[in-house]
């Protein structure tokens, strides 16, 4: 597993049910040089696969150093949305809930 592959499954281990209650949504990580992968909210259960699902909510497109930062902290999520580091196709305002459903 890359270590951008290891970043995406540990939001596994932060993840909040109580957050995601009711939510059936797909989140899509497009990583311009570290592949694709996925996290898939269902019944308040998180699971996560590397890939293309096959119907993601929402697809958001990025490099691995964006990702690591938006994930720690060290980078602003809207703020790299703003800039380009970050583009987002489908369900936009889906992406924003991200920090609501994961302890980052």
Request: aromatic letters at 6%.
């Amino acid at each position: 597993m890359t270590d951008v592959g290891k970043v995406i499954e540990n939001l596994k281990q932060g993840f909040k049910p109580e957050a995601a209650k009711g939510m059936n949504e797909v989140f899509q990580f497009e990583i311009k040089d570290a592949g694709e992968y996925y996290i898939e909210i269902k019944d308040g259960e998180c699971n996560v696969g590397t890939g293309e699902h096959d119907d993601p909510s929402v697809t958001l497109i990025m490099d691995k150093d964006t990702l690591k930062g938006v994930l720690s902290g060290e980078v602003n999520g809207m703020t790299a949305f703003m800039t380009g580091k970050v583009k987002a196709q489908g369900n936009m305002m889906l992406a924003t809930k991200l920090n609501s459903l994961f302890s980052i």
